[in-house]
């Protein structure tokens, strides 16, 4: 089973609240809200995006390429961790 459909259920509810402060911007534009709220909540909503891609791509690594917890001492799991680390805190 893939990883997507295993965590479907805890994706989806991620994507409704990205979805949530997507509205929550359309609304504050619409209400002609100050632009510094409007940045913040832009800036919340790219995080919670980073969140996701996070989230999907480290389950990418694990189920498609190598399982860094099958054999921690391999290099391909050292470099997937690595790989996930990297984008972890790239995305941060």
Do not use: W
């Not at 991620?14 to 209400?31: D, F, K, N, P, S």
């Not at 961790?81 to 990297?86: F, K, P, S, T, V």
Request: hydrophobic residues 40%.
């Amino acid at each position: 089973m893939a990883h997507t459909i295993r965590d479907k259920k805890k994706l989806i509810n991620r994507v409704r609240r990205i979805r949530g402060q997507i509205e929550g911007i359309e609304r504050a534009l619409e209400a002609e809200k100050d632009c510094s709220s409007i940045l913040q909540s832009i800036a919340a909503t790219r995080g919670a995006i980073n969140g996701l891609m996070v989230e999907v791509l480290e389950g990418h690594v694990r189920f498609h390429i190598v399982d860094p917890d099958k054999d921690p001492e391999s290099d391909q799991s050292t470099a997937a961790q690595e790989l996930i680390d990297l984008v972890k805190t790239y995305l941060k």
